[in-house]
C-alpha cells in the first residue's frame, strides 16, 4: 500500500514535518539512513552525554524529548512508519506520484521502494572542508566528525586537539571535546571580534543564541582553551600522521600576516568551513535550486515541482531551530494540500514569525563566519584537492592555466576532479576555489552509488502495510 | 572536438584561426561522450572511409599528444546473443572486410579468450582490433593547445557577417565581431542554429543519449563490448527509445555503460527507466557488473541528421561559410578526419576523400 507523505531524513526538520503531517491524520512513512532518529543534530546514542548535555542545551535537550515522544506515539498508533538504515537514491516522478527509491540491509543491497504522494526532502546538510597544505594526513579529521564520534560512539579524538576553521560548529565542537576531558590545544577561527562587532545588531536579535556563544565561550575559557580569533590553520606536518599544525593571524584583506605563523603540536586537528545543504534528490526531480545555497521553496515550503516539499538545511543552511520552524511549516501545509485544500497561513503564523527571524539571523551568520578571503593561495601545487581521484592543486591550475578550463565542469572533465567516491561532495569548494570559478552543488541523480543488479530491475513496492 | 581538429589542421595548413564557443571548450557534446573511435558501427559507404581516414589521423596525433588524452587502441569487441544475429553481424564484417576494415570473426569458445568475464551462452562475436578510445574531453583541449588557435569562450555568436554580394567575412559575438573570409560552422548539435545565422538551413536535431559510470574498478573489460544490435540502433530513424549494450572500461577505472538514444528535444532530465535499461544490457552481458554500483550517469545531445551522414564541406548557399556538423554519435571519431578535409578545402587543395555525400545543402535539393 502506498503512502500519503514519505519525509527522507529523521533530523529536526523531517521529525517536525512528520509529527506535524501525522497529528492532521496524514500516513507518514520516515525514510531515514541512521539506525535511529535526531539526524545529525540529535545524533543518539547520547547516554551518559545526555546529562551534560541537558544542563548545557536545556531548550534543546527538552525539544528532542518531545519530538522523540510524540515521534512514538504517532509510531505506535501507525500513522508515521520509520524506516531506518535505509539509504535514499533517488526518488522518481512517476504518472501517479512519488516513489521512493532506497536501499536496506547491512550492505546496501536490498532495495525498498515507497510510494507517496507527497515527499519532503529533509536531507540535512554536510560539512564544508577546504585544503591546505596537510590536510590529508591521518589525524586530520572533520569538525562534524569529531563531533559525531562524541555524540554518537562517545569515543573522543586521542592526544592534544586543534579544532580550526570557520563557523558556528567549532565553539560547540570545541566545548564539547573540553568537556569530554580532551585537551583542546586551540580554537582557531578565522571570523574575528569585528566580524562580530559589525553585524552586533542583527546578532542581538537572536538573545538566546547570543547566550549560547556567550556560554560556550565561558565553558571554554574555564577549560583553558586558548581561542584565536582571525587565525588559520596555513599547514598540517607529520610524516605519517598529524604531529603539530602552523596557523597564522590574517590582515584584514583575509591574507596571513607575516611574521605571525606559529607551529602548534597536536595530535588530531578537528576541521570545518560551515556546512552546504544536501540537493541532490531536488536536483535530479527537476527542483530549483539557489546555486550553493539550497532548494528553492516558498512560503509553505514547496519547491516547484508539484508534490514535492523541502525543510531545514536543504533549503539553506540555519540550524535545528530553524529546521523546526520549517518541518512543522511543511507537515502542516502538506496535510493541507493531501486533503485538497489550501491552508490558511495564519495558523502557523507564530511558527513562521519564528522562521524569518531565524532565516535572518543566518544570513548573519553567513556574513560573519566566511574562510579567508584568499584561503586558496595557500594551496601548494602539491597538494590533494580531490582526494578519491588523488588530483593536486597543481593539475587543476594546469586544467585552467594551459588548457583553458574556465568552470567547474570543465575542471572536472580535464582533472577527473570530483568524479570519484565522493562525486565532488567533500572536494567541490576546494577545486572551485583552487581554480578560481564560481562552485557549483555537486549533482549526481544517484544521491548514494546503486548496485546495477538493483539498476536493473524493477524494485516492488514497499510502504507501510507491506512491511 | 569536431571544432578543435578544424582550428589545428588548419592552423598547421598556415591560417590563422580563431576558435569561438559560447561555453567552455567540451562543454557541449564533447564533454558527455565516451570517446569512442569506431569502424566496428559502420557500414561500407562514406561515413566508414570518413572513419578509416580519422583513425589514421589519430594515431598521427596519439604519438604526438602521448598518454595526455588517454588514447587507447584497444579494440572493439561485437557480440550476438542468437544465430540470426550472428550471420547479420558475420555478414556485416565480410563487406566492412571488403571495404579495408579489420574485422575477426570470434567463435563462441573464444570469446572469453578475448574478454574473460562475458556472460556464457554467446552464439559468437567480430572483432574489429582498430576501434579506439580517446578521452574526448582531455582530447579536445589538448588539440585546442597544439593549434595555438586564439581561443575565444564565452562568446556566444550572434550573427555571421556577410558582404553585400553575400560571402560570409566573420561572425558577429556578444563580445564583439571576429572578421575572417571563412567561417567553420563546427557547433555540433547547434549547428542549426548557427547555419540560420547565416541564412541557410541545416537539420540537425537533438538525439539524446545517457551514459551510466560504475565506480572504479581493476581492469576487467578489455575492449569496448557491445551488443550486435547496437549497429540497428544507430541507423534507426525513430525518435522512441532504443537501448542497446555497449560496455567499456576506462583508463581512469570507471566502467562507462551505454547506449540509449532518443529524440526528446534538449530535455536535461534524468530518466530512471533509461537507466534501468542501461544497466539491465550490461549486466546480461557482463555478469559480474551486477554487484558493481552506479555512481552517477550524464547525457548528452547527439547532432543527428535524416540521413546519418555529417555535413562537411562548403556551403554554397552562402560563400566563405563550411560546415563541419552533424556527425551523431560519431563526432569524436570522425573529428580529425573532418578538421583534416576543412583545411584542405580551406587551403583551397583538393580533398582527399569526395565530399559530395557530405555536402551541407543536400537536404534542400531534396527538398526542391
Redesign the interface.
Known amino acids: 500500500m502506498p503512502t500519503d507523505l514519505a519525509v527522507i531524513g529523521a533530523g529536526p526538520a523531517g521529525l517536525a514535518a512528520s509529527i506535524a503531517a501525522a497529528a492532521r491524520g496524514v500516513r507518514v512513512t520516515l525514510v531515514d539512513a541512521a539506525p535511529s532518529a535526531g539526524g545529525q543534530f540529535y545524533r543518539q546514542p547520547a547516554t551518559g552525554l545526555g546529562a551534560r548535555r541537558a544542563q548545557a542545551l536545556h531548550h534543546q535537550w527538552r525539544t528532542w524529548t518531545r519530538l522523540r515522544e510524540g515521534l512514538d506515539r504517532h509510531i505506535a498508533a501507525g500513522r508515521v512508519t520509520h524506516l531506518t538504515d535505509h539509504h535514499v537514491w ?1 526518488v ?1 516522478r512517476t504518472s501517479t506520484g512519488l516513489t521512493v ?1 532506497a536501499l536496506s540491509g547491512p550492505e546496501q543491497e536490498t532495495p525498498v521502494a515507497v510510494r507517496a504522494d507527497a515527499v519532503l526532502l529533509a536531507t540535512g546538510g554536510y560539512e564544508r572542508v577546504l585544503p591546505f597544505p596537510g590536510w590529508t594526513l591521518p589525524g586530520v579529521l572533520t569538525a562534524g566528525g569529531a563531533q559525531a564520534m562524541l555524540k554518537g560512539t562517545l569515543v573522543v579524538p586521542g592526544g592534544r586537539v586543534v579544532v580550526a576553521g570557520t563557523g558556528p560548529l567549532l565553539l560547540p565542537v570545541a566545548t564539547g571535546l573540553a568537556a569530554a576531558g580532551v585537551a583542546v590545544a586551540a580554537l582557531v577561527e578565522s571570523a574575528g571580534p569585528e566580524d562580530f562587532a559589525r553585524h552586533a545588531g542583527a546578532l542581538a536579535a537572536q538573545p538566546g543564541k547570543a547566550v549560547e556563544g556567550a556560554l560556550y565561550t565561558a565553558r571554554l575559557l574555564r577549560h583553558r582553551v586558548r581561542i584565536l580569533p582571525r587565525h588559520t590553520v596555513l599547514e598540517a606536518h607529520g610524516d605519517d600522521r598529524l604531529e603539530a599544525v602552523t596557523v597564522a593571524a590574517l590582515d584584514p584583506a583575509g591574507r596571513p600576516r607575516p611574521g605571525t605563523a606559529r607551529r602548534i603540536p597536536c595530535d588530531t586537528l578537528a576541521v570545518g568551513h560551515g556546512m552546504l545543504p544536501h540537493t541532490e534528490l531536488a536536483d ?1 526531480l ?1 527542483c530549483r535550486i539557489d546555486g550553493v545555497a539550497g532548494v528553492a521553496v516558498d512560503d509553505e515550503q514547496r519547491t516547484d515541482v508539484p508534490g514535492v516539499w523541502a525543510a531545514g538545511e536543504a533549503t539553506g543552511i540555519g540550524g535545528a531551530a530553524l529546521a523546526l520552524a520549517e518541518g512543522h511549516i511543511a507537515g502542516r501545509s502538506i496535510a493541507a494540500r493531501l486533503s485538497g485544500t489550501a491552508p490558511d497561513p495564519r495558523q502557523w503564523e507564530r511558527v513562521a514569525r519564528s522562521r524569518a527571524a531565524l532565516r535572518r539571523f543566518s544570513t548573519t551568520l553567513d556574513g560573519v563566519y566566511a574562510p579567508p578571503a584568499h584561503w586558496a593561495d595557500q594551496v601548494d601545487d602539491a597538494t590533494v584537492v580531490c582526494r578519491c ?1 588523488e588530483v593536486r592543486a597543481g593539475t587543476v591550475r594546469e ?1 585552467v592555466g ?6 567547474l ?2 575542471v572536472k ?2 582533472t ?1 576532479a570530483g ?3 565522493c ?1 565532488g561532495r567533500i572536494c567541490t569548494p576546494g577545486v572551485a576555489g583552487v581554480a578560481g570559478c564560481a562552485p557549483t552543488a555537486a549533482r ?3 544521491a548514494r ?5 538493483v ?4 524494485p516492488l513496492q514497499e510502504g507501510p502495510d507491506a512491511c | 572536438m569536431v571544432g578543435a581538429a578544424c582550428a589545428l589542421y588548419a592552423a598547421r595548413a598556415g591560417l590563422d584561426v580563431a576558435l569561438v564557443d559560447r ?5 557541449g557534446t564533447t ?1 558527455a561522450g565516451e570517446g569512442n573511435l569506431l569502424v566496428s558501427d559502420k557500414e561500407p559507404g562514406p561515413e566508414l572511409e570518413l572513419a578509416l581516414l580519422s583513425l589514421r589521423l589519430w594515431d598521427e596525433l596519439a604519438d604526438e599528444l602521448g598518454p595526455a588524452v588517454e588514447y587507447e587502441p584497444k579494440g572493439g569487441v561485437v557480440v550476438a546473443s542468437a544465430p540470426e544475429g550472428l550471420a547479420a553481424l558475420e555478414g556485416l564484417a565480410a563487406e566492412q572486410r571488403a571495404a579495408g576494415v579489420e574485422a575477426v570473426d570470434v567463435p563462441a569458445n573464444r570469446l572469453r579468450d578475448l574478454e574473460p568475464h562475458l556472460a556464457p551462452g554467446l552464439t559468437g562475436g567480430v572483432l574489429y582490433p582498430q576501434d579506439r578510445q580517446v578521452m574526448p ?2 582530447a579536445a ?2 588539440l ?2 597544439a593549434s595555438r588557435a586564439r ?1 575565444l ?2 562568446r556566444t555568436v550572434t550573427g555571421v557577417l556577410r558582404t553585400r554580394q553575400g560571402a560570409v567575412r566573420g561572425v558577429r559575438t556578444d563580445r564583439g565581431d571576429v572578421h575572417a573570409p571563412a567561417v567553420v560552422n563546427a557547433a555540433g548539435t547547434w549547428s542549426g542554429e548557427v547555419a540560420a545565422l547565416a541564412g541557410v538551413t541545416l537539420p540537425v536535431l537533438p538525439r539524446r543519449g545517457f551514459v ?1 559510470v ?3 574498478l581493476p581492469p576487467r573489460v578489455r575492449h569496448k563490448v557491445y551488443a550486435a544490435d547496437y549497429v540497428a540502433d544507430v541507423a534507426s530513424d525513430s525518435a522512441a527509445l532504443q537501448t542497446s549494450p555497449v560496455v567499456e572500461g576506462t583508463a ?1 577505472g ?1 566502467v562507462l ?1 551505454g547506449a540509449s538514444r532518443e529524440r526528446v528535444g534538449f530535455d536535461r ?2 530518466s ?1 527507466p533509461v ?2 535499461a542501461l ?2 544490457g ?2 546480461r552481458l557482463f555478469p559480474f ?9 550524464y547525457l548528452g545531445f547527439r547532432p543527428y541528421m535524416p540521413d546519418h551522414l555529417p555535413a562537411v564541406g562548403p556551403d554554397p548557399r552562402a560563400p566563405g561559410l563550411y560546415h563541419a556538423c552533424g556527425h551523431e554519435g560519431a563526432g569524436i571519431g570522425l573529428s580529425t578526419g573532418t578538421g583534416h578535409l576543412i583545411a584542405q578545402i580551406l587551403g583551397g587543395g583538393r580533398p582527399e576523400l569526395d565530399l559530395t555525400p557530405f555536402r551541407p545543402e543536400r537536404f534542400e535539393q531534396e527538398a526542391v
Open positions: 533517488n522518481e527509491h535530479t527537476g581521484e586544467a594551459r588548457l583553458g578550463a574556465g568552470d565542469r570543465t572533465l580535464l577527473r568524479m570519484g567516491w562525486q549526481s541523480p544517484f552509488p546503486v548496485p546495477l543488479d539498476l536493473a530491475r524493477e | 561555453g567552455p571548450v567540451a562543454g564533454g574531453a582531455l583541449a589538448h585546442v593547445r581561443l569562450t564565452g551510466l560504475t565506480e572504479p581512469a570507471p555503460i532530465s534524468f530512471l537507466a534501468r544497466a539491465a550490461a549486466t557488473l551486477e554487484q558493481v554500483r552506479a555512481m552517477r550517469t
